[in-house]
């Protein structure tokens, strides 16, 4: 494939054949080797055909293949002539992370990790099958969640009002209409209110090791030593039911609007058409189901670790971000102001300082994005730079993005002493089974440290804390 | 070669199937999906569920099947990998599927699936083999 060298950090993907833009990378040139390495590139390629699509397809420096989009794309379509695809949303809709500062000190933990972790286990269900800490919530709450999303929560207990105006949008997506999800869909998640799930979500507890700057304390309250809870996770059964739900319908309707999938898992349609709008709905609702979901577990954490020290511990969040969406924003196309439908499947939005729709308190830095990277380096706090406006729809990258398969990880980890080699990092892990740890081991993942460096380079998000796991919950 | 075969994808799980007829491959395609979730092998059928699925072609039909039964998990915890297929064509199919509910302390619980993707997804016949690929969600 034929790559134009931009920047150091962004390479372009000429537009050939069906393409009607170009394909954009940002990665460093070890990382764009890597992404050479398996058919991520293709799917770049493959969103690029898609109809609507403005400017570029774009992909961040933790690209890997997914299926339809490659995790870590971003792609933006006209609101008027292009289209919405659900699976480039994803089928974990509005999975993301949340931190949150917990007032507690790393040295006072010391010893008390493994209490930790075993209490943040009990408390916080995950893995196969794990029923919620809150039981199973009734058809009316369930409306009531998809349509207020973390609003709800906090009525109920789960949280306070300011958590509310540290949430991406709010907690609540609008045009959220439960009538556009299906009864399997509230079926499968109803249950599910307020667990982790497996796979890579995780919740663990982090130390603040680096700060880049004066405003990590000033505006973030954060200095080195500090205590942060991170949670990710995302809209469970429930958004995976919606998602699977539409791409089975897209697939069979794609021709009749005379798209033609290079891929069926692009299925799509387009945004202004009865499908579309339905599907924006739907995907609302699993929005606000994953902000609850977050929300809830944020609570149980709480109340794990004030039982488990014996002091009142009450999560206070900084902010919540998601990854897997689709938005409705308006971004300067070729110097005209557009209205598009912005998709992010494994990116998150970065507003710069400045922008209306970043909460006042963080207004002045840019809106904050967490990049989770693996559960033995490190996880950063970034701010949106002005450059993200200008490149990215608003957008940076969502994680450390994965280096080797699943069963890779397996075989490279038979024999071997997970809990030790872990431990030697100054990790305490817990998970539901030795699978799900060998999975998500470090070396599973690229370097969390390289991949934001590559945005900040490119000026798109600027680092503001590094975050040092020790106490690690896995599904 | 083995009925089924688990493969590396990624972030994800896929499963080459093979078998002699149709339906033998859609049964072992229900046990497949339930082995990627659980170790399966101390499941008694002791619970009976009936589905009934309909699709515009045998790749749909399949996906559908699939996510009917992973539906019927995420809602009750039932594992279900005993498959029968009593009726089948290339547009439809019914089947039974029996197990019990999943219970970690009895069965080992692997990795939770969101979905049955249409990613490489195909089903064939060639040489009088029944073949299949299904890539799960994780």
Redesign the interface.
């Known amino acids: 494939m034929e790559l134009n060298r931009i920047s150091d950090c962004v390479w372009e993907i000429p537009k050939t054949g069906a393409m009607r833009v170009p394909g954009r990378i940002y990665a460093d040139r070890r990382l764009l080797d890597i992404a050479k390495g ?1 058919k991520a590139l293709d799917q770049v390629v493959n969103v690029a055909t898609l109809p609507g699509i403005v400017k570029w397809s774009l992909a961040m420096p933790d690209i ?5 989009f490659p ?1 870590g794309g971003v792609a933006a379509f006209d609101l008027d002539e292009g289209v919405i695809s659900p699976g480039g949303v994803g ?2 809709i509005n999975c993301g992370v949340r931190v949150c500062k917990t007032g507690l000190r790393f040295e006072e933990l010391e010893g008390k990790h493994k209490k930790l972790v075993n209490a943040l286990f009990s408390a916080v269900p995950a ?3 794990g ?1 919620s800490a809150i039981g199973r919530v009734s058809k009316v709450d369930g409306a009531r969640i998809v349509t207020e999303g973390a609003r709800w929560a906090v009525e109920n207990g789960y949280g306070v009002p300011s958590d509310l105006d540290h949430t991406e949008d709010g907690g609540r997506m609008p045009g959220a209409d439960p009538a556009a999800a299906s009864d ?1 869909a509230f ?2 998640g109803l ?2 209110v307020g667990t982790l ?4 979500h995780f919740l663990e507890l982090d130390r603040v090791t680096d700060v880049y700057g004066p405003e990590a304390e000033r505006v973030f309250g954060l200095r080195p030593g500090d205590v942060v809870l991170l949670i990710h996770c995302g809209s469970r ?1 429930f958004g ?2 919606i ?2 739900e539409n ?2 319908d897209f ?2 309707i794609a021709g009749r609007y005379g798209i033609d999938l290079a ?3 692009l ?1 799509c349609a387009p945004a202004s058409s009865p499908e579309g709008k339905r599907y924006l709905a739907a995907m609302a609702c699993a929005a606000n189901f994953a902000w609850v979901n977050r929300q809830v577990i944020m609570t149980l954490a709480g109340k794990a670790m004030t039982d488990c020290l014996g002091k009142t511990v009450e999560p206070e969040l900084i902010y919540d971000v998601c990854h897997n969406i689709a938005k409705i924003e308006d971004h300067d196309v070729d110097g005209v102001m557009k209205t598009v439908i912005v998709h992010r499947k494994g990116a998150t939005r970065a507003f710069p300082a400045g922008h209306p729709l970043t909460p006042a308190k963080y207004r002045e830095v840019g809106q904050p994005v967490l990049v989770p990277g693996d559960m033995g380096r490190s996880s950063f706090l970034l701010t949106g730079l002005p450059g993200a406006m200008k490149e990215t729809f608003g957008s940076t990258c969502h994680g450390a993005g ?1 280096l080797a ?4 990880m397996n075989r490279r980890m038979a024999g071997v002493d997970i809990q030790g080699e872990l431990a030697a990092l100054g990790v305490t892990v817990r998970g ?2 030795r ?2 740890l060998a ?1 998500e081991m470090p070396s599973a993942y690229k370097d969390a440290n390289v991949v934001t460096e590559v945005m900040e380079t490119a000026g798109i998000s600027k680092r503001i804390c590094k975050f040092v796991p020790f106490a690690v919950v896995k ?1 | 070669m083995a009925p089924f075969t688990f493969f590396d994808h990624t972030g994800d799980i896929g499963v080459d199937l093979s078998a002699p007829t149709a339906s033998g491959l859609f049964s072992l395609a229900g046990l497949a999906l339930f082995e990627a979730i659980a170790d399966t092998s101390g499941v008694r059928p002791m619970v009976v569920r009936k589905l009934q699925i309909a699709a515009d072609s045998q790749e749909e039909l399949l996906n559908r099947f699939l996510s009917a039964l992973l539906v019927i998990f995420d809602d009750e915890r039932l594992l279900l990998p005993h498959v029968a297929i009593h009726e089948m064509d290339g547009r439809s199919l019914r089947a039974t599927a029996a197990g019990e509910r999943f219970d970690p302390e009895l069965h080992e619980g692997r990795t939770e699936l969101k979905a049955v993707t249409w990613h490489a997804l195909h089903v064939s016949r060639q040489n009088g083999l029944w073949t299949a690929r299904v890539v799960f969600d994780v």
């Open positions: 398996d890997h293949w997914g299926y339809g995790i089928y974990d893995g196969v099958g029923d399997t079926r499968r249950g599910q799930g497996s796979g890579n059964g995976y039911q998602c699977d791409v089975h697939v069979k891929d069926r898992q299925a994965r398969s699943r069963g890779e539901k089974t699978s799900s999975e599904g």
